[in-house]
């Protein structure tokens, strides 16, 4: 589905890595590991188009994604380290705004039971900006069963700043979604398990030259 | 795409409304700034007249330059550019729905209050539409002109003074048209040309910015 083929990431004239090439059939979860600055969000954010790699070029189903744009991202959710929500509206209207951009309508009952799937039952009114930290991850993460559709997931760190019970919720969702034939990319410090048809550990520390 | 674009209108809209006073800092800046020339000129109603015009285009023009940096600031910031970068439909229309709604925001109250404050200046009624006509073809192509220097400064440390004299020339052949059109139709030739002139300039600018903006956040993001 998604591969990429000898890419190269720089950032300013350091090389991150380079010759790296993957491919991620379905069900295949890549896990990338590496010590900070290793390069990990950089390779998400060329793995979504946001940047574009030195050299190389990241391909799904067999065309360069430069070229696809609209037609590639109408299949993916990314959610970066950064929530990307508006501490005025509330977790609700967040939700629908963003679900809105990946072309995926969640009506107000749907986006209330992925807020409840996250342990935030009685926080859709909620203005997201009086939630915790943990609280505003989690309302991030229920992006994804509105969006279990889209058939490929990055996820930036999704374990940081979660509390046991959401990690457990989280493991589930990430699964299934591997299991209904989705792929997944996701960084992590932690060490959480996740049971997948395939998946590939990518370390990063050792491709840095 | 409708039901996206319609999303993303509704998102700025509703964002507005809870920032409310960030609205309202733009609205009474032009309505200050603007009153405050009767007073300092003097009560002299010719001069007064005369100036009404360029006076009120041009606080129109520092109003829309105030409002213009929380355009895409906030939404780089929290990472809600991002998802903006990779959504289903093209960057360029989801930045004509922005630009849309920053005008209805920002732009369309101080065409609303245009015709109020030119009593201050003694303007004749008849002249008092066609400075409204004036700012509602003009006050949009500001808006789209300044998109692309919100984004081409977007991160910068001083964005905003540079955004500033990156944009303010660009704003001039708006300016000179929209004061322009007012002169013409007092001076009895008619502001046709000069609001046909502000008109063609609309469609360049909405054609041709939401493309411009769009390459100028993909450079940002990378």
New interface residues.
């Given amino acids: 589905m998604l591969e990429a083929l000898q890419i190269e990431i720089t950032r300013g004239n350091r090389k991150l890595f380079g010759n790296l090439s993957l491919e991620l059939k379905p069900g295949t979860l890549l896990l990338v590991t590496g010590s900070n600055g290793s390069g990990k969000t950089s390779l998400l954010r060329a793995l979504c188009g946001l940047l574009s790699p030195s050299s190389g070029e990241i391909r799904w189903h067999g065309e360069n994604i430069r070229v696809l744009r609209e037609d590639y991202w109408k299949n993916l959710l990314y959610i970066g380290h950064n929530n990307a929500l508006k501490g005025e509206l509330t977790t609700s209207e967040n939700l629908a705004a963003l679900c809105a951009l990946s072309g995926v309508t969640a009506i107000a009952a749907q986006r209330k039971s992925a807020l409840a799937q996250f342990g935030l039952a009685d926080r859709e009114h909620a203005p997201a900006k009086s939630l915790s930290q943990g609280q505003q991850r989690r309302t991030a993460l229920a992006r994804l069963p509105l969006c279990a559709a889209l058939p490929v997931w990055v996820l930036d760190e999704p374990f940081a700043a979660l509390d046991s019970a959401a990690i457990s919720n989280l493991q589930a969702t990430v699964s299934q979604h591997l299991g209904d034939g989705g792929v997944a990319v996701m960084t992590t410090h932690q060490d959480v398990p996740i049971a997948a048809p395939a998946i590939i550990a990518l370390n990063l520390d050792q491709r840095t030259h | 795409m409708g039901?996206?674009l319609r999303?993303?209108i509704?998102?700025d809209l509703?964002?507005a409304w809870?920032?409310r006073s960030d609205v309202a800092t733009v609205v009474l800046f032009f309505i200050i700034v603007v009153s405050l020339f009767p007073l300092g000129v003097g009560p002299e109603p010719d001069l007064l007249r005369k100036i009404a015009p360029g006076i009120i285009w041009v606080a129109a023009l520092l109003a829309c330059m105030l409002s213009l940096q929380h355009m895409f600031a906030?939404d780089h910031?929290?990472?809600?550019l991002?998802?903006?970068?990779?959504?289903?439909?093209?960057l360029g229309m989801?930045v004509a729905a922005r630009a849309f709604a920053h005008w209805l925001i920002s732009g369309l109250p101080l065409v609303i209050l245009s015709p109020i404050l030119a009593i201050q200046f003694d303007l004749s009624p008849e002249l008092s539409p066609v400075l409204t006509l004036s700012l509602l073809l003009g006050t949009p192509i500001l808006t789209l002109i300044g998109a692309i220097g919100a984004a081409l400064t977007l991160g910068l440390r001083g964005g905003g003074m540079l955004l500033a004299l990156l944009v303010l020339p660009l704003y001039i052949p708006v300016l000179i048209l929209g004061a322009g059109a007012v002169d013409a139709a007092s001076a009895g030739l008619g502001a046709d040309a000069h609001l046909l002139l502000l008109a063609a300039q609309l469609i360049l600018t909405g054609t041709f910015a939401p493309w411009a903006v769009s390459a100028a956040l993909r450079i940002s993001?990378?």
Avoid: F, H
């Fill in positions: 039901a996206l999303a993303v509704r998102r509703l964002l809870r920032r906030s910031a929290d990472g809600a991002d998802q903006m970068l990779l959504a289903a439909a093209p989801i993001a990378e």
